[in-house]
């Protein structure tokens, strides 16, 4: 059964052809042909059922009003933002140089075999950034700096304070934390910004995913960096890159790890790998593992404490943002990305024992209590702002199960403070004790879909002035921009 049209890349050439996505033995699939190179047929979400159910969060945005770029060919041939593309900048990325002090032969970067050195100065990091929070009506408000290996640049606490004073009010590094682990006053100095979240590539919690996947034993590395941010008061998140046969089978020790030190760990985000280069059709099969995948492995893995209908995409919270601004009066930021490019769930740590948020609190009730009242403060009519807060206040305690519920965590009382007193900060007591649960997964140019594409909210700002949706940058543009604006490397 054909779901539906769209668009994608040939893997041989990447040129942009017609595609179907459809369901097949209880699987989605994507089919597309290309003139040159023939018909390419793959795995685009390994459950059809829970693809339905991810699709009933699928909210539409407007993405910015000022684009960079016109629209020429067929997207993504003109990604900078184009007027085309459907949703704002959640989180931007600059790449901040392709040097590493790794090798590793999964890295989308291709930071190891570059010949030539892309790092931009800092007057250019600082208009990027410019760039990202030029956005209009919602200025970007968080940024990641990654590369390459970040922090293997002198200026790295530097670049992190020239993003604060350019107006982002979140702050991360990707790392894979041997800087870290070696300087112990890097994590100080970051945290000292401040730098609001390390975002650790962390691939298991023995030697033999680091050996297939790194080339080496970093696990004594992650560790030390891990502790050295802890004793600096640095948030960690862990970013596993999961490959079939390699790590799968540690999704579940991973998540008790991150339990274990929830003093630090604020979350852990798993990344099913993305496939670039010539690989050959076969193994891309073999190895692909999408988020139904994942899900699975959680429930299996954690003895079904935390369960496959616990995870919800991450366009689910738009009834969130949607009540904010309908309450504040203005615009906010819209997490109105495709509902298959990620889920996620919180789980409460209550003396050892994991509970996940979606066990007593019924969400999709909450979810709809905050549309009907954004939708009643927007209508105005009879009844007035403060009127549909108290009545919404009223309801909360029913989307509560009390029985079921941490007695350590006030749930009715922090959101009671949200509804009525618009204290936000007030969300910062849900962050304690609770850790985020997530899975990422990013196209290739397999399982490219020009409908994911243009609803992406995870952006790279380009020294040219482009703002590149990710499964873009690093599908056709990365080479094109690094030959540009790097410069040979000195023997």
């Known amino acids: ?24 033995q209880e699987k989605i699939m994507i089919r597309k042909t290309c003139p040159e190179h023939g018909e390419f047929e793959n795995t ?9 159910k991810a699709a009933d969060h699928d909210y539409r945005g407007d993405g910015i009003s000022n684009p960079r770029t016109k629209v020429e060919g067929e997207c993504p041939q003109s990604c900078g933002l184009c007027p085309e593309h459907e949703s704002q900048t959640i989180l931007g990325l600059i790449d901040v140089t392709n040097r590493c002090n790794l090798r590793c032969p999964i890295c989308f970067a291709n930071a190891a075999v570059s010949k030539s050195l892309y790092e931009p ?30 922090t293997v640049r002198k200026d790295i606490v530097e670049l992190v ?51 297939k996947i790194r080339g080496r034993n970093l696990l004594p590395t992650k560790l030390e960096a891990i502790e050295n941010c802890r004793k600096a008061g640095l948030g960690v998140v862990l970013v596993p890159t999961l490959v079939k046969g390699i790590n799968d089978h540690q999704i579940g020790d991973i998540i008790r790890f991150a339990v274990e030190n929830l003093d630090i760990i604020r979350g852990v985000n798993f990344q099913p790998v993305s496939f670039a280069g010539r690989t050959p059709a076969d193994e891309v099969e073999e190895q ?52 298959h490019c990620g889920a996620a769930t919180y789980v409460f740590v209550n003396d050892d024992e994991i509970i996940p948020i979606t066990q007593f609190v019924d969400v999709d009730r909450f979810f709809s209590l905050l549309s009907r009242s954004s939708d009643d403060i927007k209508d105005g009519g009879l009844v007035g702002k403060a009127k549909v807060i108290s009545r919404a206040t009223v309801e909360l305690p029913k989307t509560i199960d009390r029985d079921k519920k941490p007695d350590s965590l006030d749930m009715t009382g922090m959101l009671t403070r949200v509804f009525k007193e618009r204290s936000y900060s ?26 994911r594409v243009k609803r992406c909210v995870i952006h790279y700002a380009v020294p ?27 023997n």
């Open 426 to 451: 007030s969300l910062g007591d849900f962050h304690y004790n609770t850790l985020l649960i997530s899975c990422m997964h990013f196209m290739d140019p397999w399982n490219f879909d020009q409908d």
């Open 44 to 52: 685009y979400w390994q459950s059809s059922e829970l693809y339905f």
């Open 161 to 211: 304070k020239i993003a604060r004073e350019e107006g982002f009010s979140h702050t991360q590094i990707a790392t894979n934390g041997i800087k870290l682990a070696k300087d112990p006053e890097l994590a100080k100095n970051l945290k000292a910004v401040p730098l609001n979240t390390i975002y650790l590539q962390f691939d298991g919690v023995t030697e033999d995913p680091y050996l």
């Open 1 to 24: 059964m054909v779901i539906k049209q769209t668009k994608s890349l040939c893997p041989e050439c990447l040129r942009v052809v017609d595609a179907e996505v459809f369901e097949d």
């Open 288 to 339: 692909r593992l999408t988020i139904p995948n994942f899900e699975k492995y959680v429930e299996e893995q954690t003895d079904g404490k935390i369960k496959i209908d616990d995870f919800y995409p991450a366009s689910c919270i738009i009834p969130i943002s949607e009540f904010v601004e309908a309450i504040e009066g203005e615009e906010q930021v819209s997490f109105t990305c495709h509902p």
């Open 121 to 150: 100065t800092q007057e250019e990091i600082r208009e990027m950034l410019r760039n990202l929070r030029a956005n209009e009506p919602v200025p970007t408000p968080a940024i990641q700096f990654a590369g390459g290996e970040p």
């Open 464 to 490: 040219d002035g482009r703002i590149i949706p990710f499964c873009s940058m690093n599908s056709l543009y990365r080479s094109e921009i690094e030959k540009k604006f790097s410069k040979p490397l000195k």
